[in-house]
């Protein structure tokens, strides 16, 4: 079809690199296609045939008079590394699931998305572009967003997306609709959930906790807020928290908090001083910057914080969801990181804090350092407690805002975050008696919080206080504005 389509099976569709302007959107609008469910994918060829099976499952349940459309759009096949395993383990999960083709309202499509638009970047964002831009081609209303890692049950969720998207457009027909969700995650997964997007999120006067779950459902108004130019930052890891700034600044848009009980995938772990957080924060801040006239009108009045539209279990129906166990946080790691990275980072932490409480700092890098040589002893890491987090925050916000300049604040973030969050970590594991390194060290290749105890302590010692470190940042705000002062 078009040659660039295979039909596999009946209705089931491979593409292949350098996807033409309209090639996915006409197969969607041939199709009929009202809602289309898209999972961006990268090495996921462990997960993601099940997770098409139980996701046309739970379409045959809850949309069963929609006609929907599944697009897997990899970034595990690329012109340099043809590695077609997700994509063949896509189909075989679809025909294994659906043997003599797919039901007359379900369509899946599955392909590369490198080169769409001549654009050769990596990510999550490129993999997200090519639907959000062929949407414009086709008739669909509704976009869900999954991550191809989930393993959570697709029938309720798709359950809940109904309800929700049922009352949306039944009560708000003229409004957009922007849905994130809220979940369980493990203690030591989403860091820049916690502490970069959602305090940022209040900049715009809604506190989103979700601003970057990774699954999300978008009317098609608030999709095509998403076509255009886009920074590297943007393809590559910013699409998440981008697409949130997006809608928060849309007035047209009406922002869902849908409870989805765990997010269950491949905990990740993203405070190591990679590249990928500099990425998300990078975007967060063009973003701020893009609305700086309503961010700073929200810094200069007094405004009331406002909040999504909560959904919670009683109206999803999925109830608390432990997060289970984990074996991704290595304390050994985390010292070794923090102690050799910080002279990479160090000019550019002492741009946003001065010299003065860089030094400060560097005084506890030196004396984790002697931590590290034997990690005996009470479990430490850099003392970068929420209070010095916040300040930061504000600090490294009033240079942007003053001097337009990016890189500089992204690099510092993303080590100063890093700390802040190991703090936050600290206080988790001493919660549950981990207080010493040799304690961590024997606990960390299974680390989780007893079941009966899990409700409570998500809800009480990560919710909670995540919750609390956005609400300090906004009530004081207003410090940007006097640091923005002191950046000549």
Not at 62 to 73: E, G, H, I, L
Not at 94 to 99: L, N, R
Not at 355 to 369: M, N, S, W, Y
């Amino acid at each position: 079809m078009d040659g660039f389509w295979e039909e596999v099976s009946k209705n089931l569709f491979k593409g292949k690199l350098n996807p033409p302007r309209k090639v996915l959107g006409e197969l969607l609008k041939r199709h009929g296609s009202e809602i289309v469910i898209c999972h961006p994918t990268y090495r996921n060829a462990d997960n993601i045939g099940r997770l098409l099976k139980n996701g046309i499952d739970g379409v045959l349940v809850n949309f069963r008079d929609k006609r929907v459309a599944f697009v897997v759009s990899d970034g595990t096949y690329t012109s340099a590394d043809p590695d077609s395993s997700t994509i063949d383990a896509a189909i075989a999960g679809v025909k294994d699931g659906f043997g003599n083709g797919l039901p007359e309202n379900v369509l899946v499509a599955v392909t590369p998305y490198e080169g769409y638009l001549q654009n050769f970047v990596p990510g999550k964002g490129s993999a997200l572009k090519l639907v959000y831009e062929e949407l414009a081609f086709c008739d669909a209303k509704l976009a869900i967003i999954l991550d191809g890692d989930l393993r959570n049950d697709m029938v309720t969720w798709h359950r809940a997306f109904r309800k929700v998207s049922d009352f949306h457009f039944r009560m708000f027909p003229n409004d957009e609709m922007f849905v994130t969700a809220r979940y369980a995650r493990h203690f030591v997964d989403a860091s820049l959930t916690r502490f970069v997007v959602g305090p940022l999120t209040t900049l715009m006067g809604i506190f989103v906790p979700g601003g970057i779950s990774g699954d999300i459902c978008l009317s098609a108004g608030a999709v095509a807020l998403e076509r255009g130019k886009w920074t590297e930052e943007r393809l590559k890891y910013g699409t998440d928290i981008s697409t949130t700034f997006d809608n928060l600044a849309n007035p047209d848009s009406i922002i869902y908090e849908l409870y989805l009980g765990a997010k269950l995938h491949d905990i990740t772990d993203e405070a190591k001083l990679s590249v990928m957080p500099g990425e998300v924060i990078g975007a967060a801040l063009e973003r701020i910057l893009h609305y700086r006239e309503l961010v700073q009108e929200n810094l200069k009045h007094e405004i009331l914080l406002g909040h999504p539209v909560r959904w919670g279990p009683e109206q999803t129906g999925i109830e608390f969801i432990d997060p289970g166990y984990t074996n991704v946080f290595n304390v050994e790691q985390k010292v070794a990181t923090l102690v050799k990275k910080w002279p990479e980072f160090r000019s550019d932490i002492e741009v946003i804090l001065g010299q003065e409480k860089t030094e400060r700092l560097a005084r506890e890098v030196r004396l984790l350092q002697d931590a590290a040589r034997n990690l005996q002893g009470s479990l430490r890491f850099l003392e970068f407690g929420q209070e010095k987090w916040i300040d930061a925050l504000y600090m490294g916000l009033a240079f942007v805002l003053k001097k337009e300049e990016i890189g500089v604040v992204k690099r510092a973030f993303n080590y100063l975050y890093t700390a802040a969050f190991l703090e936050f970590c600290k206080d988790r594991l001493e919660d549950l008696g981990l207080d010493t390194f040799e304690k961590v060290v024997k606990a960390q290749d299974h680390l989780g919080v007893p079941p009966e105890k899990a409700q409570e302590f998500y809800e009480e010692r990560v919710d909670r206080i995540a919750f609390d470190l956005a609400k300090k940042f906004f009530e004081g705000r207003k410090r940007i504005l006097n640091y923005a002062a002191d950046f000549s």
